[in-house]
């Protein structure tokens, strides 16, 4: 164990690096002054670790969290072209995805499926779940060497492409996703992000967008799988639920599939195995009230068990993937 400012630094649990725990040694310190005073070593432990829990400091509200966000970066981000439902609290502070309790949400990145994301997350709970409702983690680095290197190269071969078919009120509506009713935005976002669009019959629109299969870590330079394609797949939904979409729609029409880049399909025990890479490296702990997760998007993925009785967890995110990048380069060239 470590002390640094008043705070005690150890691993939450023996053997395992992530995610760190950084313990508030008096209940009255807050964690955005904490995190001001010593963000050269939150810097490194996150770099080293992929994942902080910030335990027993003194986080009131949702406000408290606000200033939190802060200290951790100026670039809070929106959440625009959406996968989940969330509920926006301001200043840039959603609830945690918000599907129902028994379902479970399996480890992804979070906005995997865009070509620019936040590298950065913040969790912040509330309220524990009576029973359930861990946030689960995953260090990325072992989930990536988990998958078979075959595999990892047919993937990055022909990269992903994501459909997603809007207006079957089986899933987001386009207004959601791009948080407008204006469509002449929506056709000039998805020209911008280069994401092919088509509008449909019914006020019903489709995107097909192809994205990358892995990514360069801008910081570490870890070379890590980084896609949603497991989590897209209409393979991902349970055998009820997928007969019944299937029954209705056809595979282009579905709300949402995954494909290899030319159109062709995924081999669903490929997916299968993904999945059990990530299933194979989850770590789990029970939130505590007041607790804070900050991890690095890229190298950990995160998602959650189900739970029962009232739940409440807020998110941020923060420092997109391409700002970020640009930001590193300017200091690179500043220190040259």
Known sequence: MTIIDSAEVSALTLGSKLPLLVHAAKPYM??????????????????????????GFDLADPKAFERVVDSVSNEALDYVYRSTPRTALGNK?????????????PLHNESAYQRDWPMRLLFYCVQPAAQGGETVIADMIKVTARIDPKIREAFVAKSVMY???????????????FQTKN????????????????????????TGQVCHVMARHPE??????????HLFHISSLEPKPRAALLAVFRQEDLPRNAYYGDGSPLEEEMLE?????????????????????????????????SFQGPRKVLVAMTDSYS???NRLKSSFRLAS
């Not at 609830?95 to 949400?105: D, G, L, N, R, W």
């Not at 570490?220 to 394609?229: E, I, K, P, S, V």
């Open 220 to 229: 570490t330079g870890d070379y890590l799988w980084f896609n949603q394609a």
């Open 323 to 325: 700002t970020y990048c």
């Open 30 to 55: 807050t964690l955005a002054e904490w995190i001001r005073h010593n963000r050269d070593a939150v810097e490194f432990y996150l770099s080293l670790h992929g994942g902080i829990l910030f335990r």
């Open 183 to 206: 469509k002449a935005e929506i056709e000039q976002y998805c020209r911008s992000h280069e994401i092919p669009f088509e509008w449909k019959p019914d006020n019903c629109l489709r």
């Open 273 to 305: 195995h993904i999945r059990e890479a990530f299933r194979s490296e989850t770590i789990s702990f029970p939130w505590q009230a007041g607790d804070v997760l900050l991890v690095d998007n890229m190298l950990v993925a995160h998602g959650r068990n």
């Open 163 to 177: 459909v997603r078919n809007y207006g079957s009120g089986l899933d987001l509506s386009w207004q959601t996703v």
């Open 93 to 105: 502070i959603f609830t945690a995805t918000e599907y129902p309790p028994k379902q479970k949400i």
